[in-house]
C-alpha cells in the first residue's frame, strides 16, 4: 500500500452535490455545509433562498405507533422520543409537520389565557406553555409567525410610562406587583393601576 493520497478524491466528492438544484428556488445548487446540529445540504443562493435539509434526521426513535391518522395528511401518527422529551409526530415526515404533545390538548382554546390578545401581531392570542424544564410561560398563539412570549402572567391593561397594551403580574415578597411587558420599559405600575 503506498503512503501517498489522492487529492482528486476529496475535490471529486466536494462537488458531487453541486449539480443538483435547489427544490425549492431551481435557481442555486445544493452545497454540503456544517452547521450546529451537524451537516447538512443548503441553498447556494443563501440568503434568498432558505432551502436547507438536514444528512440525518433528528426527529426522535419511534416508540410506538398510535394507530391514529393525522389529522393534517392522513399518515399514522407515532408516539416519539426526541430531545425534548415525548411527542406526537406524523409517520410522513418530513413532508407533513404535524407535532402534538402527549400531557396538551391538541386545542389551544382551554390553555387560552381569559382571553388577551397578543400585543405584537394583535391577531394571535396568549396561551399558556411550558418549557422543557416544566416552567409556565405565556406565548403568542401564532407561533412561529410571532415569536412573543413572557414570564409572568399576563394581565390585560395599559402601561402608566409607555402606554404598551399588556402588563405582567410579579410575585415578590411585599406581595403581586403589575409591570410593564414591553422588553424596553418594565415599569412598576401605581397602586391603583391603570
Do not use: W
Not at 427544490?23 to 432551502?51: A, I, M, V, W
Not at 410522513?92 to 402534538?100: A, D, L, R, T
Not at 413572557?150 to 403580574?169: K, Q, R, S
Not at 410575585?171 to 411587558?181: D, F, I, N, Q
Amino acid at each position: 500500500m503506498s503512503g501517498k493520497i489522492d487529492h482528486q478524491l476529496f475535490s471529486a466528492h466536494e462537488h458531487a452535490l453541486d449539480k443538483e438544484s435547489c427544490p425549492q428556488c431551481q435557481r442555486g445548487t445544493l452545497q454540503l455545509k456544517n452547521g450546529k446540529h451537524g451537516p447538512f445540504l443548503g441553498c447556494s443562493d443563501y440568503p434568498s433562498c432558505e432551502f436547507i435539509k438536514p444528512l440525518h434526521q433528528n426527529d426522535g426513535h419511534i416508540i410506538k405507533s398510535l394507530g391514529v391518522s393525522c389529522p393534517d395528511c392522513g399518515c399514522e401518527l407515532l408516539l416519539r422520543q426526541g430531545r425534548y422529551g415525548m411527542f406526537i409526530g406524523c409517520s410522513g415526515y418530513p413532508e407533513c409537520h404535524f407535532i402534538q404533545s402527549p400531557n396538551k390538548p391538541e386545542d389551544n382554546e382551554q390553555n387560552r389565557v381569559a382571553d388577551v390578545s397578543c400585543p405584537e401581531c394583535r391577531k394571535g392570542h396568549l396561551i399558556e406553555r411550558k418549557s422543557r424544564f416544566g416552567k409556565a410561560f405565556y406565548a403568542c398563539d401564532a407561533y412561529p409567525k410571532c415569536k412573543f412570549a413572557v414570564n409572568h402572567p399576563p394581565v390585560v391593561g395599559n402601561c402608566d410610562g409607555c402606554g404598551y397594551p399588556l402588563l405582567t403580574e410579579k410575585k415578590r415578597a411585599s406581595g403581586a406587583v403589575l409591570e410593564c411587558a414591553s422588553r424596553s420599559c418594565h415599569k412598576i405600575q401605581n397602586e391603583n393601576g391603570s
